[in-house]
């Protein structure tokens, strides 16, 4: 198996057997498309690599040969249009098999692959094309996509080619057409042109809550530490098939959809839906009979607004979730339904899982879990002091200059200065906020900016969210603050009501008695906006801090 080869010891005792003995080695010139998709074909040509389907009755299966010989041909056309190792290469994809071997024949020619959303307007790729240099951009064939492309390209004078992938379009090279003039051969690089371990493979743009969005760059031996996420959190198994449920823009699909899982030998199971309905979602979880799925907590809340019951999901031996905090009312319900919990772990853009659920110890609904292996992780106060068990502190990855954790991000793409300040420091400070219990089991708070101050408490916002979903007229709630000439700020609550509820004065009130009996009565939110939908990052993650300007635009 190929996970022998990096890791010198694959089974634990205990989690702290995990954490202290966990290693992985690392070649010099480890390469995700020669090292783990190559070699799949090179020992067993047929084995699965991807299960691939859409909502137009269009399925595709395909083994680490065929995705090892298209990547080889894709390698080949790019190499022929002037794409080379450094260059960087923009792909807008959705969930579209091409994004597998695009990838991959990017990573074999050592190009800088930087994913993105299909929600990208003009104002997007041409910010993300000038500040990485963008020399090509490969798209799906969806209108809005092809015509921001098409509108950007005027002010984006690095790119050089735009292809299209689905179907042909006028005025762009198809890649399908492309490919198959070009050999399924493609020897690995020598010289000049071979990567290093240490070479920059993709660049993601974060999310941008607050400010522009970062160019997070990860080196190749990023894949190398997507192992503990899909052995250890997600428990993919060999031969079975995963479904992480994510678009191919976030950097939850580089944990959830190629690399840890072909790693160990998974198949993925990608459903290219035109928009998410949770019940067709149901439906292909239920055909497909899959073993191991991840989904952010949205779709969870969603999903369980449907008859969950009526779908035969016990093939499903594991469950998990990331992108939000889960609140333990989802959890509850969902186990109602499967028997099984859903596994938390924390992490963002600028690494794999810094905190997981990885079952050693019994799952506590609402914790986000302990600490992964390959992260030193303290919780600090403002003057970077270690906190106590029981306080909340900032989630911070200790001594990164000499000990460089295997996944964590390298640096900030063509910004030394940034990189200097922020990664290199005494710590990586991520922003987050946590405490730890007397177990070792951490607590997610909320973003330090997301902390609300009122009257001398502080308020996480993760902890009032959760009350507010145990209503059952609440599908989604955000908890912020908002001014107040008194008491500095109040809780509020932004509230999508399930089907066949209304807002009303009656409907506060029972809202606000409600968190008061759930939590500390101090808590509870004293405004309460009702609201069809909340403001979502590109990534899925509810935009706090939109809210919270938009009250302060209103004082």
Same mark, same amino acid.
């Given at each position: 198996?190929?996970?022998?080869?990096?890791?010198?010891?694959?089974?634990?005792?205990?989690?702290?057997?995990?954490?202290?003995?966990?290693?992985?080695?690392?070649?010099?010139?480890?390469?995700?498309?020669?090292?783990?998709?190559?070699?799949?074909?090179?020992?067993?040509?047929?084995?699965?690599?991807?299960?691939?389907?859409?909502?137009?009755?269009?399925?595709?299966?395909?083994?680490?040969?065929?995705?090892?010989?298209?990547?080889?041909?894709?390698?080949?056309?790019?190499?022929?249009?002037?794409?080379?190792?450094?260059?960087?290469?923009?792909?807008?994809?959705?969930?579209?098999?091409?994004?597998?071997?695009?990838?991959?024949?990017?990573?074999?020619?050592?190009?800088?692959?930087?994913?993105?959303?299909?929600?990208?307007?003009?104002?997007?790729?041409?910010?993300?094309?000038?500040?990485?240099?963008?020399?090509?951009?490969?798209?799906?064939?969806?209108?809005?996509?092809?015509?921001?492309?098409?509108?950007?390209?005027?002010?984006?004078?690095?790119?050089?080619?735009?292809?299209?992938?689905?179907?042909?379009?006028?005025?762009?090279?198809?890649?399908?057409?492309?490919?198959?003039?070009?050999?399924?051969?493609?020897?690995?690089?020598?010289?000049?042109?071979?990567?290093?371990?240490?070479?920059?493979?993709?660049?993601?743009?974060?999310?941008?809550?607050?400010?522009?969005?970062?160019?997070?760059?990860?080196?190749?031996?990023?894949?190398?530490?997507?192992?503990?996420?899909?052995?250890?959190?997600?428990?993919?198994?060999?031969?079975?098939?995963?479904?992480?449920?994510?678009?191919?823009?976030?950097?939850?699909?580089?944990?959830?959809?190629?690399?840890?899982?072909?790693?160990?030998?998974?198949?993925?199971?990608?459903?290219?839906?035109?928009?998410?309905?949770?019940?067709? %979602? !149901? &439906?292909?979880? =239920?055909? #497909?009979? +899959?073993?191991?799925?991840?989904?952010?907590? /949205?779709?969870?809340?969603?999903? %369980? !607004? &449907?008859?969950? =019951?009526? #779908?035969? +999901?016990?093939?499903?031996?594991?469950?998990? /979730?990331?992108?939000?905090?889960?609140?333990? &009312?989802?959890?509850?319900?969902?186990?109602?339904?499967?028997?099984?919990?859903?596994?938390?772990?924390?992490?963002?853009?600028?690494?794999?899982?810094?905190?997981?659920?990885?079952?050693?110890?019994?799952?506590?609904?609402?914790?986000?879990?302990?600490?992964?292996?390959?992260?030193?992780?303290?919780?600090?106060?403002?003057?970077?002091?270690?906190?106590?068990?029981?306080?909340?502190?900032?989630?911070?990855?200790?001594?990164?200059?000499?000990?460089?954790?295997?996944?964590?991000?390298?640096?900030?793409?063509?910004?030394?200065?940034?990189?200097?300040?922020?990664?290199?420091?005494?710590?990586?400070?991520?922003?987050?906020?946590?405490?730890?219990?007397?177990?070792?089991?951490?607590?997610?708070?909320?973003?330090?900016?997301?902390?609300?101050?009122?009257?001398?408490?502080?308020?996480?916002?993760?902890?009032?969210?959760?009350?507010?979903?145990?209503?059952?007229?609440?599908?989604?709630?955000?908890?912020?603050?908002?001014?107040?000439?008194?008491?500095?700020?109040?809780?509020?609550?932004?509230?999508?009501?399930?089907?066949?509820?209304?807002?009303?004065?009656?409907?506060?009130?029972?809202?606000?008695?409600?968190?008061?009996?759930?939590?500390?009565?101090?808590?509870?939110?004293?405004?309460?906006?009702?609201?069809?939908?909340?403001?979502?990052?590109?990534?899925?993650?509810?935009?706090?801090?939109?809210?919270?300007?938009?009250?302060?635009?209103?004082?």
């Amino acid at each position: 198996m190929l996970l022998d080869r990096y890791l010198p010891r694959t089974d634990f005792d205990s989690y702290e057997d995990f954490k202290q003995n966990y290693k992985v080695n690392i070649p010099e010139n480890f390469n995700f498309g020669f090292d783990i998709v190559d070699e799949w074909a090179k020992q067993e040509p047929d084995k699965k690599a991807l299960v691939w389907c859409d909502d137009h009755d269009h399925e595709i299966t395909f083994t680490h040969q065929d995705i090892s010989c298209l990547s080889n041909q894709t390698a080949n056309y790019f190499r022929s249009i002037g794409i080379g190792k450094g260059d960087t290469v923009l792909l807008i994809l959705r969930r579209r098999w091409e994004y597998w071997v695009c990838a991959v024949a990017l990573h074999k020619l050592g190009a800088v692959l930087i994913p993105g959303s299909l929600q990208l307007t003009k104002k997007d790729i041409v910010y993300r094309a000038n500040s990485a240099k963008v020399k090509a951009v490969v798209c799906v064939n969806d209108s809005f996509v092809l015509s921001q492309v098409e509108l950007s390209l005027p002010e984006c004078p690095t790119i050089e080619h735009h292809i299209v992938v689905g179907e042909k379009q006028e005025g762009w090279e198809f890649l399908e057409d492309e490919i198959a003039n070009y050999s399924n051969e493609f020897p690995r690089p020598e010289g000049e042109e071979a990567t290093n371990s240490k070479d920059i493979m993709i660049v993601y743009f974060t999310s941008g809550t607050t400010g522009m969005p970062k160019m997070v760059q990860h080196n190749f031996t990023y894949p190398l530490g997507h192992i503990v996420t899909a052995k250890y959190w997600h428990k993919v198994q060999e031969n079975k098939l995963h479904m992480s449920v994510s678009d191919s823009g976030w950097a939850k699909f580089g944990w959830g959809k190629i690399y840890g899982q072909w790693i160990c030998g998974a198949v993925i199971f990608a459903y290219d839906m035109d928009k998410f309905v949770p019940a067709k %979602l !149901l &439906e292909k979880m =239920a055909h #497909y009979k +899959l073993t191991t799925f991840c989904a952010p907590p /949205t779709m969870y809340r969603f999903m %369980l !607004l &449907e008859d969950v =019951a009526a #779908y035969d +999901l016990s093939s499903i031996q594991h469950w998990t /979730t990331a992108g939000e905090p889960l609140n333990p &009312e989802v959890n509850n319900k969902w186990k109602r339904f499967t028997g099984h919990n859903i596994y938390q772990a924390f992490g963002q853009t600028e690494g794999t899982p810094l905190l997981a659920d990885f079952g050693w110890t019994p799952l506590k609904t609402g914790a986000t879990g302990k600490p992964s292996p390959l992260y030193n992780i303290k919780l600090l106060d403002k003057d970077g002091n270690e906190v106590p068990v029981n306080t909340e502190g900032s989630i911070c990855v200790i001594d990164v200059r000499h000990n460089p954790p295997t996944g964590l991000f390298t640096g900030y793409y063509l910004n030394p200065e940034m990189t200097e300040e922020l990664l290199y420091g005494k710590y990586y400070n991520t922003g987050d906020m946590a405490w730890k219990d007397e177990d070792g089991d951490y607590w997610f708070v909320g973003r330090n900016d997301d902390v609300i101050k009122c009257s001398g408490y502080r308020i996480g916002p993760f902890e009032v969210e959760s009350a507010m979903l145990e209503h059952d007229a609440v599908v989604e709630c955000a908890i912020t603050g908002a001014p107040d000439p008194i008491r500095g700020q109040v809780v509020k609550a932004t509230v999508v009501l399930k089907r066949g509820y209304t807002p009303s004065d009656e409907l506060i009130k029972e809202l606000q008695n409600h968190v008061k009996k759930s939590t500390a009565p101090y808590k509870y939110p004293r405004i309460i906006e009702f609201v069809d939908e909340l403001p979502k990052t590109i990534g899925g993650k509810i935009k706090r801090a939109e809210i919270r300007h938009n009250d302060e635009g209103q004082t």
